[in-house]
């Protein structure tokens, strides 16, 4: 069993369409990343979390400690939001446990 | 200020040649990650450097890797003999160093994408 499940592993949305990703662990984090993976392959980190939300334009991160939970939702979702998002966790020291990833298709 | 860089971006080798992969962090920082990506599989954390120093290299294979950082230059993650099972994408990351223990957040590099033929 991994350590991280994130569902769903794929997702279809009509642009401007509201989506959430959810993202479950089980063992005890220090911290939580949700990352972007273009199609091109590069990674970027949208968020790390450790308790609360958090807000970047329009994308919304939660998380919630005692339940082992993360969401991430994306609002009026747009074509350029396709890509893999990757829930990542922060474990002892700096090691990560990485989800399997969502794949998101936003369609014009 | 420059973000995360590694080079090449796209390496092919022959069955039993050497892979070398280098990965430059950013400016200021002091940790670099390695990660892989199989194909069709999530990312695996490898191992985690300091300068001069390796901390954690418990993702890393027992044979054929070696990873380092050293006082000046890149980090370098080394593959020897390879196999056809280490085509991968391999990501590198680098944090500044935290306070106290605040974990702080890694950036990404664009990955190298090794072909073993």
């Known amino acids: 069993k991994n350590e991280v499940e994130q569902s769903p592993q794929n997702l279809t949305a009509q642009e401007g369409e509201f989506i959430t990703i959810n993202c479950s662990y089980s063992v005890g984090i220090s911290a939580l990343h949700w990352l972007q993976q273009h199609p091109g392959g590069g990674i970027v980190s949208l968020f790390m979390?450790?308790?609360g939300k958090k807000k970047h334009g329009r994308l919304i991160a939660t998380i919630n400690i005692q339940e082992k939970h993360s969401s991430l939702h994306i609002t009026a979702s747009h074509p350029r939001d396709s890509a893999v998002y990757i829930c990542a966790v922060i474990v002892t020291g700096n090691q990560f446990y990485f989800g399997t990833g969502t794949s998101l298709t936003v369609i014009p | 200020n420059a973000g995360v860089m590694q080079n090449p971006r796209h390496l092919v080798r022959r069955r039993g040649q050497e892979a070398r992969l280098r990965c430059s962090p950013m400016k200021g920082h002091s940790h670099v990650y390695w990660y892989r990506q199989l194909p069709e599989e999530g990312l695996k954390f490898m191992v985690y450097l300091q300068k001069e120093n390796i901390i954690d290299e418990s993702g890393m294979p027992k044979e054929r890797f070696s990873a380092e950082f050293p006082k000046e230059g890149p980090s370098i993650l080394r593959i020897q003999q390879v196999v056809r099972g280490d085509s991968a994408a391999y990501f590198c990351?680098?944090?500044?160093?935290?306070?106290?223990?605040?974990?702080?957040?890694?950036?990404f590099g664009p990955g190298t994408r090794l072909l073993v033929l």
């Open positions: 990351a680098s944090s500044p160093l935290g306070t106290s223990g605040r974990k702080e957040t890694q950036y």
């Open positions: 979390l450790s308790s």
